[in-house]
């Protein structure tokens, strides 16, 4: 009688299912490290990522209407920072979790976000409480 063996692919034994695992942990692994690198956390980023990647957008939407680019640049700047943090934390879910579980993208970008807007918030009143020193971006002029 001849026996056939029976493959289970559900296992997380598997060599298919451990190969997604890995792809899975190298994609969050690249997320993390992109994400950090967009975010606050990350001390000379906004010299070499945040900065010109703000300008560049504020530039462009000043060629619309020149009073834009302080805005947008600004706008810019937040929404990369936000980005960063987004990206860490889609990056270290993808990291960290064992096994694969269903994703809530909405949940994921409304964390993000909320979490992004309470940095924010903690950083303005720091530097409203003299706790930071503001980095003096509109000087007053003294007559």
Not at 31 to 46: A, T
Not at 78 to 104: C, F, H, Y
Request: with cysteine; charged share 15%.
């Amino acid at each position: 009688m001849l026996q056939t063996a029976t493959v289970d692919y559900l296992s997380p034994s598997h060599p298919i299912k451990q190969i997604k695992i890995m792809f899975r942990k190298l994609k969050g692994g690249f997320l993390l490290v992109i994400g950090y690198l967009l975010s606050p956390l990350c001390w000379w980023n906004d010299l070499v990522f945040n900065l010109p990647i703000a300008y560049f957008v504020g530039y462009i939407f000043s060629l619309f209407n020149s009073d834009l680019l302080v805005p947008c640049s600004i706008a810019a700047y937040w929404l990369s920072n936000v980005t960063g943090i987004i990206m860490m934390q889609v990056g270290a879910v993808d990291v960290l979790q064992g096994q694969p579980k269903e994703r809530n993208l909405k949940k994921e970008l409304l964390t993000g976000l909320v979490s992004s807007t309470v940095y924010t918030m903690a950083i303005l009143a720091l530097i409203q409480f003299k706790i930071l020193e503001n980095p003096g971006l509109f000087p007053v002029k003294i007559l």
